[in-house]
């Protein structure tokens, strides 16, 4: 069985920086599509940031300018930089991916991790 595995989130003042990273915990299943979700306490989970598997990305609009999803083909990684965080930016963040093993795919959620801004 193969997971995701996400890191980086944590506690952080608003205007501050942190990078998350997503990857396969089983190396023959890469990354072909991702997408960064966030869950919030009594909220519906979002769509933050996603990325096609031609490299295209787009963003809810209340992260364009702030966050940036990227990928790491040759560490079969995918990352989202936060920058200038905000508040109401504090959720629960997931990592979801369209993972490809010899031509099936399978679509992979992670545990999620927490990202705490503090005003």
């Known amino acids: 069985q193969v997971q995701l595995v996400e890191s980086g989130g944590g506690l952080v003042q608003a205007g501050g920086s942190l990078r998350l990273s997503c990857a396969a915990s089983?190396?023959?299943?890469?990354?072909?599509?991702a997408g960064w979700y966030r869950q919030a306490p009594g909220k519906q989970r979002e769509l933050v940031a996603a990325?096609?598997?031609?490299?295209?990305?787009k963003y809810v609009d209340s992260v364009t300018g702030r966050f940036t999803i990227s990928r790491d083909n040759a560490k079969n990684m995918v990352y989202l930089q936060m920058n200038s965080l905000k508040p109401e930016d504090t959720a629960v963040y997931l990592c979801?991916?369209?993972?490809?093993?010899?031509?099936?795919?399978?679509?992979?959620w992670g545990q999620g991790t927490q990202v705490t801004v503090s005003s």
């Open positions: 979801n991916a369209q993972l490809l093993r010899l031509g099936s795919f399978y679509d992979v």
């Open positions: 089983r190396s023959t299943f890469q990354i072909n599509a």
């Open positions: 990325l096609d598997s031609g490299g295209s990305t």
